[in-house]
C-alpha cells in the first residue's frame, strides 16, 4: 500500500474514533505532559492511537516523532505526527482541528515526501507526495487567486496566543498594517486553508512552532506553489529535532513575502 495511502486512512480512523468526543469530559481529562511539553489530553492518545494501531496494520514501521509519545524507532524514514493539532479547539467543540500526518525519507523538512492534513471538524483531506501537486478531496489546489496588492487588502492568519509582551510590542506596527488579521487556533490547517487561497500569508513570529505542527501543511504549502520562509528570508527547512522551535512566514508567493518584509521593521 503506498505511503499516502496509509497516512489517508490513519487520519480518516482519527477522525472515526474522536468526531463523537469531541468536546467532552473524556476529551478533556488530562494525563500529564507529552512529549511536545504540553498537556495531553484523552482525546490526544485516543488519535494518536488510532494512527500507531493503522500503521502497524499496514507492517508500515517508520521511526514515528509524535506529539505525545515522542520518538518511536523503526526501520526507515520518518512519521512525523500531530495526532490532533488544535486540541485547545477539540476540547471546547471548536471545530476548528486536525489530523497532521508526514513522511520524510531523511532528518529535515525538505525530505517529506507525503503528507496528510485532515480537517476533524468537516472531514475535509488535504493531501501532498512531492512533485505531484496539492490536493483537497482529490481536487488539484491550484493557486492562481493573487494576493492583495497591499498589506491592507491582505487576508493574514497570525498567531499570537502567548507571545511575550516584548515581542507583542515589536509586532504593534504589523498589527495596524493589516485590516483582516485572522488566527483560527490549529497551525497545520490555518496552513492548508493558505495553499487553498482562503489567506495570503500565515505569520508566527513566536518562535514556538514545532515540528509536528506544520510538517504536513509545510508539503502542502510548498506543493500548491506557496513557499515557507525563516525571519531572515530564507526557505524553511528545520530537522526534526523535538525540542526544536521555529518562527515562520508562510506566503502563496514570493511576491507576497517581498511586500510584507519590505513594510515591516520585524524583518529589517
Known amino acids: 500500500m503506498a505511503v499516502l495511502d496509509i497516512l489517508k486512512e490513519s487520519a480518516s480512523e482519527v477522525l472515526k474514533q474522536t468526531n463523537q468526543i469531541a468536546g467532552s469530559k473524556e476529551a478533556c481529562t488530562e494525563f500529564g505532559r507529552g512529549a511536545g511539553g504540553d498537556i495531553s489530553t484523552g482525546l490526544d492518545l485516543i ?65 517529506i515526501t507525503d503528507a496528510v492534513v485532515m480537517d476533524l471538524g468537516t472531514g475535509d483531506i488535504y493531501s501532498s507526495s512531492k512533485g505531484k501537486g496539492s490536493f483537497m478531496n482529490g481536487e488539484r489546489l491550484e493557486n492562481t487567486r493573487k494576493s492583495g496588492d497591499t498589506l491592507q487588502n491582505m487576508v493574514v492568519g497570525m498567531n499570537i496566543s502567548g507571545v511575550s509582551h516584548e515581542v507583542f510590542s515589536s509586532l504593534s506596527y504589523l498589527l495596524t498594517k493589516f485590516k483582516h488579521a485572522r488566527h483560527f487556533g490549529a497551525n497545520a490547517l490555518e496552513l492548508c486553508y493558505l495553499a487553498r487561497g482562503f489567506l495570503d500569508a500565515c505569520l508566527d513570529f513566536r518562535n514556538k512552532i514545532r515540528i509536528t505542527d506544520m510538517a504536513a501543511a509545510y508539503l502542502v504549502v510548498n506543493e500548491s506553489g506557496g513557499k515557507v520562509y525563516t525571519m531572515n528570508g530564507k526557505i524553511l527547512d528545520n530537522d526534526f529535532e523535538q525540542n526544536t522551535t521555529l518562527s515562520f512566514i508562510a506566503v502563496r508567493d514570493y511576491e507576497t513575502y517581498t511586500r510584507i518584509a519590505s513594510e515591516v521593521p520585524v524583518f529589517k
Open 47 to 111: 488519535a494518536e492511537k488510532a494512527v500507531l494501531d493503522t500503521i502497524e496494520k499496514y507492517h508500515f514501521r517508520p521511526t514515528v516523532i509524535g506529539e505525545e509519545c515522542g520518538l518511536i524507532k523503526g526501520d526507515s524514514g520518518y512519521l512525523i505526527m500531530d495526532a490532533i493539532d488544535g486540541t485547545t479547539n477539540a476540547m471546547r467543540g471548536i471545530p476548528f482541528y486536525c489530523c497532521s500526518l508526514a513522511f520524510a525519507t531523511d532528518y529535515k523538512m525538505s525530505s
